[in-house]
């Protein structure tokens, strides 16, 4: 299984940005596609997950602000942030979890600064 992430970048404080993961190999019918970010100094944390039938977790600080989603047919999840804030600056990681074996993209940049 591999995962590619895209869409980081520099971004003003408030402002908006997209992030998507596609994966490809051999990818179950049930699993658990999502999010994890690292900011410097800092623990790897959960951002948001979305299970193959639709169910959703967000963590605490991103509730409200993130919505994530995903296409089961072309095995991608997307992670749109809202109203970005300076701490929401981390490494995101994409990560889907099946049949008791997770795995990890490469991490996208994405950088909160006026």
């Known amino acids: 299984v591999q995962l590619q992430a895209s869409g980081g970048g520099l971004v003003q404080p408030g402002r908006s940005l997209r992030l998507s993961c596609v994966a490809s190999g051999s990818i179950f019918s049930i699993n658990v596609m999502g999010w994890y970010r690292q900011a410097p100094g800092k623990q790897r944390e959960l951002v948001a997950h979305?299970?193959?039938?639709?169910?959703?977790y967000y963590a605490d600080s991103v509730k409200g602000r993130f919505a994530i989603g995903r296409d089961n047919a072309k095995n991608t999840v997307h992670l749109q942030m809202n109203s970005l804030k300076p701490e929401d600056t981390a490494v995101y990681y994409c990560?889907?979890?099946?049949?008791?074996?997770?795995?990890w993209g490469q991490g996208t940049l994405v950088t909160v600064s006026s």
């Open positions: 979305i299970a193959s039938v639709g169910v959703t």
């Open positions: 990560n889907l979890n099946q049949r008791s074996r997770s795995y």
